[in-house]
């Protein structure tokens, strides 16, 4: 889905030249391949699974935005982290991501589990069947839509500006892009959790070796961080 | 060399909430632990030392600004690549990196190896004991200060705007703020090709460890990247 990129800045120019990317990142699994665990509730957005047993090693950074004392390290998972934003103009999320209900929209009031100021800054478009207006949080718009997965990204591309669009999941939304071919990078974090059963992103980090090129570096705490890419 | 940060802005502060840090990049070393060759000239800026053997890793990445044709890895080491330039304001150098010359400036018409469009985009401070006009080609604009580094940096925070400072090499000019304790994170690439004299930089990797954390990694072609960062 690479594609000229028509915004010129030389200094975003350096990371981004001519291309405009679909961008999956800091995407934390279990060692057993789960992106979430079952039972997911408005208490328990990852349902039986931990959040932060899967993003432990993203909090130990200094980058990392939820971080109120000064420390934290700057060494290389601190890449992955302020790599989030960067060059980035919309995300995609799944329904499921932005809340834990299902089938028609009744609640306007939920408005995601971010409070008035969500960490996105751009567009969001949240994939659903289920038509909804969108609104504005701080400096970042939800959209609502349905179509397929090309169609979702041509809109989300076109909301982008220019810039990158970042797949935000969960696992299901980010394997329909997957399976339609749509995704020229991931960063797959796989932490050394078990989770027996969930929201199923893979079988192995092998997966996807028929598709992509594939760095694999180890991480702190027993996290090995998957980079993949495509030609 | 951590200070507040008085320049808001919500995508910028993921990566640097608060702090305006001091950084070394992409700075490539032989596995001797030299930083450039013996006996620079105009057609050598590196010496007898090949600055493509130091710096092959760079140039296999999608985003090295060098690079002419579409391919390229978009693994770990894009992840350097990419950010050398994020939130940096100004870089600080050695007369040497500008330049072969030594003693006072003769030749005005002398404006540094990078052409029309130097690939700083920020103010350059370039230091020097010898006073020379400043000067401005595309978006960059070099200054000639003297002075100890701690009043060279206290220009160069300035400078900057709130943004980070980079140290640009070469060897001499960061070995210079390192001994007065100035510089927060370094990324220093070892390199599999031995040069046996010339600009000295370490006499091992684990020279910094008695005041740097340090995260090592391995990378494409037998290079070795080595991550420092201070509490």
Do not use: C
């Amino acid at each position: 889905m690479a594609r000229a990129n028509r915004v010129g800045n030389p200094r975003e120019d350096y990371g981004a030249r001519m291309t405009q990317l679909v961008r999956v990142h800091n995407f934390g699994v279990s060692s057993d391949g789960y992106a979430a665990g079952d039972g997911q509730s408005l208490e328990r957005p990852f349902g039986h699974a931990d959040p932060m047993a899967l993003m432990s090693w993203a909090g130990a950074t200094a980058s990392w935005p939820n971080r109120t004392d000064p420390g934290g390290s700057r060494g290389l998972e601190d890449y992955l982290v302020r790599d989030f934003h960067r060059n980035v103009g919309a995300e995609v999320m799944g329904r499921n991501k932005f809340g834990p209900q299902r089938g028609p929209w009744t609640d306007h009031d939920w408005q995601g589990w971010w409070g008035d100021e969500p960490p996105f800054h751009t567009p969001v478009l949240v994939m659903t069947h289920h038509p909804r207006p969108s609104f504005t949080l701080g400096d970042t718009t939800f959209h609502f839509v349905g179509g397929e997965p090309a169609e979702v990204l041509e809109r989300a591309l076109e909301a982008a500006g220019g810039r990158d669009v970042r797949l935000g999941g969960g696992a299901e939304s980010i394997r329909q892009f997957l399976d339609a071919g749509l995704v020229d990078t991931l960063h797959v974090a796989v932490a050394p959790v078990e989770l027996g059963a969930g929201s199923r992103w893979w079988s192995s980090p092998d997966d996807l070796l028929d598709r992509y090129h594939r760095d694999v570096v180890p991480g702190s705490g027993g996290v090995v961080h998957h980079l993949f890419w495509r030609d």
